[in-house]
């Protein structure tokens, strides 16, 4: 310690560190400074994990206990430069397992919202380790090490870590280059006269966007003698710091319901059994505003007191359907839940209706059962993918409507054409299989603990309802499903692709969407089958024999034309007209195809000398043009790409190509009569 007459457990030098504190809170301190005394009186404690363990362990900080001491020494034992200050090293192990976990809850590395703190950890560690001599990617090699050491209470780490590792890997390796390639960035961003001021807050959007570190565009600035405002730089951090905290503050509006002009009562929901219901209208606004009554051709939102239409939530569209009472009729085009309450949203299509009207709501039957099809296939599909891919998979936002579902997850590779088809195969067979599917309420403790799959991106209650398919399906969800898997009829996968690192999207249909897709490509099949004048069966066969015997056609077609066009090269070179010494060969062919065009250019080059030579054609509404010029004039400065830029900018289209060959295309074939005047004209110029 500080040796020093006062030194106690206040005072800073180290001797005394906190291990667990408690706050007995007795009093309420009134404004005018007197203790009255607390009805109820308790205390906060406040301990944690890693301060006790330190102290169990008979260690002296964090870090040299079991949680940490792996990841310190695989840090330290890579290190190039000797580690006199454990500061770097403490901060990457400790970063490294916020990364990890992290992303084992479904946050992905982006720009935005939570995944840019994750890409921040990143880029932070990343520097750390920069200044440990650790200049490669390294982050990603403790994952393993990490999911070792959380064997235990994380047993599914195990399982992701290699996904994990690949995203962290591709982070670190971007970040890594961008580092690498500042120097070009900041000479590109920086021009040379920017002001102080302005320097300051491209500095910030270097930032910002590439995470580019301050002291590195501050030491550059500097060997490069540009000032720079750190003030700017501070304003706009304090600026971005506010945007993101009022986008926040905008998310919570969403939700509050005062905002709405709602009171926080509760709609019951009796939608899971029920497709009708009796009820009671006990809110009404109309443009966000209370109004006690509405009437024919008004859009309104209207709050009952039970409904059984289901409000969007969890990726589930919302129901549409009627509220009726008597012959007054609300059409509901969608219902939304927002907090506790269902929002029907629609229009009076006939009557009126005023606060504490009693009405029949009755859900758009057919199409909740087409939603819930899609609802039930999307639990199989997670299952299927999980199979399929891996554990790592993880569900990263969905959406299920009456007439196809999406599915975003977790995947680090592309999927191949093999895997996508069994896990289309997959799926069918449980729906053949008809599983029935049981719905239970459940502890949330409870459910997890079963392996029921979570929804980052959903806030559970204590209490929470489990969908079950079988044994190979349990998922924490509000969803309304089928009561069997076969009622699904059939399942198709539509699309398949990325939506941003490290996340695909599936979207499928199912029901009769899905078979009359089949349908409609059967008809297809059919008319093709029809064309080649044979059965489907034998489709593919006979077209490959037509694509074969048209390829054969084409090139005995096309030699033909070249032994008819040597014949006619004579003529169109005798044609030519002769500028400053230099002979303009020019001709419209016609609808001669590029390849050929090419080759004509070919033909009269071997004919004559100090030639610029221009063709044009028309194929399929499109006009084109090919530019040779022969080689004793490309030696004397001929460019055939520059002239044939500028002759199509004339004719409204673009061109280029090599110095003795180019070629350019235009929609517009009738300027054609001008090309010439403009070659002329170019070649001119040159001379
Ligand atoms: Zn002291
Ligand atoms: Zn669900």
Not at 237 to 261: C, I, P, T, Y
Request: hydrophobic fraction near 35%.
């Amino acid at each position: 310690g500080c040796r020093g007459a006062h030194c106690s457990p206040a005072c800073d030098c180290g001797r005394f560190i906190e291990v667990w504190n408690l706050v007995f809170t007795q009093y309420n301190r009134l404004e005018n400074a007197t203790l009255e005394p607390l009805p109820k009186k308790n205390i906060d404690t406040g301990m944690g994990l890693e301060r006790l363990a330190a102290v169990m362990q008979g260690v002296r900080n964090n870090f040299e206990t079991d949680l940490f001491k792996p990841l310190v020494c695989e840090i330290v034992r890579s290190s190039e430069n000797e580690v006199t200050s454990k500061e770097n090293v403490f901060a990457v192990a400790d970063h490294i397992r916020a990364i990890v976990f992290a992303i084992y809850d479904g946050v992905l590395p982006s720009n935005e919202g939570r995944g840019y703190v994750v890409r921040k950890i990143i880029r932070k560690s990343s520097l750390h380790l920069k200044s440990l001599g650790i200049k490669k990617p390294f982050l990603y090699k403790m994952v393993p090490v990490l999911s070792e050491l959380m064997q235990k209470p994380y047993p599914e780490l195990k399982k992701r870590r290699e996904n994990i590792s690949e995203i962290i890997l591709a982070e670190e390796k971007s970040f890594i280059n961008t580092l690498e390639t500042s120097d070009s960035l900041l000479k590109e961003r920086f021009t040379p006269g920017i002001s102080a001021w302005q320097a300051g807050k491209l500095a910030f959007e270097l930032y910002d966007t590439y995470g580019l570190p301050l002291e590195l565009t501050m030491d550059w600035l500097d060997k490069h003698k540009i000032k720079f405002s750190k003030e700017a730089f501070d304003q706009e951090l304090k600026a971005q710091k506010e945007r993101s905290k009022s986008q926040s503050a905008m998310k919570g509006d969403v939700f509050d319901l005062k905002g709405l002009g709602l009171a926080a009562g509760e709609t019951k929901f009796t939608g899971y059994k029920d497709y009708q219901t009796k009820s009671k209208i006990i809110k009404i606004l109309k443009a966000s505003k209370d109004v006690s009554e509405i009437s024919e051709g008004e859009n309104a939102k209207v709050i009952l007191k039970n409904s059984c239409f289901y409000g969007e939530s969890g990726g589930q569209v919302g129901d549409s359907g009627e509220l009726i009472n008597g012959n007054n009729i609300f059409r509901v085009l969608d219902a939304k839940k927002i907090g506790k309450n269902i929002l029907h949203i629609g229009r009076v299509n006939q009557g009126k209706f005023k606060i504490g009207d009693e009405v029949k709501a009755i859900i758009d039957a057919k199409r909740r059962l087409d939603i819930a099809r899609n609802h039930t296939a999307t639990h199989l599909l997670q299952a299927a993918l999980r199979k399929v891919l891996g554990e790592h998979v993880q569900q990263q936002g969905s959406l299920v409507a009456g007439d196809k579902l999406r599915f975003d997850f977790t995947h680090f590779k592309d999927i191949s054409q093999p895997e996508l088809e069994r896990i289309e195969e997959i799926i069918n067979e449980y729906i053949a299989k008809n599983f029935s599917l049981t719905v239970e309420e459940k502890e949330l403790s409870e459910a997890k603990k079963e392996g029921a799959l979570a929804f980052f991106g959903e806030k559970y209650e204590d209490k929470v309802r489990m969908v079950s398919i079988g044994d190979f399906s349990k998922e924490l969800c509000g969803g309304t499903h089928l009561n069997s898997t076969g009622e699904i009829g059939i399942f198709r996968i539509i699309h398949e692709g990325s939506v941003a690192r490290g996340i695909r999207r599936i979207e499928a249909v199912t029901g009769e969407v899905a078979y009359k897709m089949v349908k409609h490509q059967e008809k297809t099949l059919g008319e093709v089958s029809r064309m080649l004048n044979t059965t489907p069966e034998n489709a593919l066969n006979a077209l490959e024999d037509n694509l074969s015997k048209l390829k054969r056609v084409g090139k005995k077609l096309d030699s033909q034309m070249i032994e008819g066009l040597r014949a006619s090269i004579e003529e169109i070179v005798k044609e030519a007209q002769i500028l400053d010494g230099i002979s303009l060969v020019y001709k419209e062919l016609g609808g001669l195809g590029m390849d050929l065009l090419r080759k004509t250019v070919d033909l009269v080059k071997q004919k004559v000398k100090n030639c610029v030579i221009c063709f044009t054609a028309r194929q399929s509404g499109r006009a084109l043009l090919v530019m040779g010029v022969t080689d004793d004039l490309v030696q004397k400065g001929f460019d055939a790409s520059k002239i044939i830029s500028q002759i199509a900018q004339s004719i409204g289209g673009k061109g280029g190509g090599r110095k003795d060959f180019a070629q350019a295309g235009s929609q517009a074939p009738e300027s054609f009569n001008t090309v010439f005047e403009k070659l002329r004209e170019v070649v001119r110029q040159i001379k």
